[in-house]
């Protein structure tokens, strides 16, 4: 999937500026960038919530999205919010097997902790038969090995599966965890880009110090806006 | 002890009992059976109303045109206040419309309506009916409107964002988030349209109806019957209220469960 010269205007105000990349099949793209770079109203755009100029091609034909918030639908059980999304029935048992989270089938998204609506929520990218997945800042709020666990699980339904993804994070840790390739959106563009080593597995931080300090060193030369 | 001052029911009773103590009160600062009957007559009163075949079938009656103007007020209401949910503009447009029909006096319309129906010999039930639909509308399309415009919006986006078809929006989102507001303020109406009935059945005299039966009471002096029938009235408007109520809250739980 290719995106060309995106622009986003909220009046006199430029959000997007000329963003261009390419998103692949089986591969994690990761959007750093500081608050009001751009980075959800990319998501949006993608999910087909925002009018935009440029060019997306191919245009997904259906996208799974990880919100920051669940979203789930609190008297409907795990299973129906999954079926609601438009998960396939086949394919929802299997997923909540292969997550640890069958036992949850039944129960009402309501009566579930936060850790677990969370995790159900990042099933239901994976249910839906999606082109593409975003995942906007989906772990920030879960402890450090709850955020571990989640990560292992949504590489591997991405690389298992072969779906493009996107990821926005600021948490650069995160973002050397699981992407192949970083961009660092500043004031609406794309002003670093990195592709990382291909791994079988999530990486582990402290192997990458190099890589993390490249990434650091060109965040703090971002700017910080204002939201809109 | 702290447990008894917390205990609804309690206090409920409580304050009813205040209010008949203060009935008896009246009555005894009062002494005049022609303007304050004593709660002992309007119960014997009330007694014999109960042991009389013809009140339950005026009862019936009553009680019918109170639902029927609340179903057509529901209808209506729900129907524009969708309508409205759907386009903004006609939600503008009807703005001013229901503003007047809520601040409406009920009985001058009543009166106009009673001109209007006597000038095209239309049935008598019928003002009572419209009365009771023009006064409820604008209460059932705001709660309506207000339900529909309160469901959760991250929910809609999530169903926009996953291409959820509108009718399952409408069967696991719309409905289930909007319904129990509305059935809330429903329950309160069907109440209210019972007291609107019966009103305007006095005020337009209609056989064969409770407010006629008050009317004639009335106008017979037989201040006891009257306040009898409107004790009834408010017991079972009051009955109307905690049985739906209940019903409401017991879906609620179930549905949580």
Request: aromatic letters at 8%; one cysteine or more; a positive charge.
């Amino acid at each position: 999937m290719r995106l060309n010269n995106i622009q986003k205007r909220y009046g006199e105000k430029v959000v997007l500026d000329g963003v261009s990349l390419e998103l692949r099949e089986g591969e994690i793209t990761c959007i750093l960038g500081r608050s009001g770079a751009g980075k959800t109203t990319l998501l949006n755009i993608l999910a087909g919530l925002l009018p935009y100029e440029g060019e997306i091609f191919p245009m997904p034909k259906k996208v799974g999205y990880v919100f920051q918030e669940s979203r789930l639908l609190p008297y409907l059980t795990v299973r129906e919010n999954l079926l609601y999304a438009g998960g396939k029935p086949e394919w929802i048992d299997e997923t909540l097997q292969k997550a640890g989270l069958a036992a949850l089938a039944d129960r009402k998204a309501g009566s579930l902790s936060g850790g677990e609506k969370r995790r159900v929520a990042l099933l239901r990218a994976f249910c839906v038969d999606a082109d593409l997945v975003l995942l906007d800042e989906p772990f920030s709020a879960l402890d450090t090995v709850s955020k571990a666990q989640m990560l292992g699980l949504a590489w591997d339904f991405i690389r298992s599966g072969g779906l493009a993804a996107v990821f926005v994070t600021h948490d650069l840790d995160e973002a050397i965890s699981i992407a192949d390739t970083v961009l660092v959106l500043d004031e609406g563009k794309i002003v670093h880009t990195m592709r990382l080593p291909a791994a079988k597995e999530p990486r582990e931080y402290g192997k990458y110090a190099k890589e993390r300090q490249q990434l650091l060193d060109v965040m703090k030369n971002t700017k910080e806006l204002g939201r809109i | 002890m702290k447990k008894i001052f917390k205990n609804t029911i309690f206090l409920s009773v409580c304050g009813l009992a205040t209010l008949i103590v203060a009935w008896v009160i009246a009555y005894l600062a009062v002494q005049d059976d022609y303007v304050l009957p004593s709660p002992w007559a309007t119960a014997q009163a009330a007694w014999a109303l109960l042991g009389k075949g013809a009140f339950y079938l005026v009862l019936l009656a009553t009680l019918g045109r109170a639902f029927l103007a609340f179903v057509i007020a529901l209808v209506l209401g729900v129907g524009l206040a969708v309508i409205a949910y759907l386009y903004p503009s006609f939600e503008r447009f009807l703005r001013g419309i229901v503003a007047v029909l809520r601040a409406l006096p009920t009985m001058a319309a009543l009166l106009l309506i009673l001109l209007a129906a006597s000038k095209w010999g239309v049935s008598e039930y019928l003002p009572p009916v419209v009365i009771g639909g023009l006064t409820l509308f604008p209460l059932l399309y705001t709660a309506a409107y207000s339900a529909l415009s309160g469901v959760d919006k991250d929910l809609l986006e999530m169903s926009r964002v996953y291409r959820v078809p509108l009718s399952v929006q409408i069967k696991r989102l719309y409905l289930p988030s909007a319904l129990p507001a509305l059935c809330r303020e429903g329950v309160a109406a069907l109440s209210f349209s019972l007291k609107l009935i019966v009103s305007a059945e006095v005020l337009a005299f209609t056989s064969q109806s409770i407010g006629g039966w008050m009317q004639t009471a009335n106008l017979g002096y037989e201040i006891a019957e009257m306040t009898a029938l409107t004790a009834i009235v408010c017991l079972l408007g009051i009955l109307i209220e905690v049985a739906g109520v209940w019903l409401v809250k017991a879906w609620e739980d179930r549905r949580c469960a």
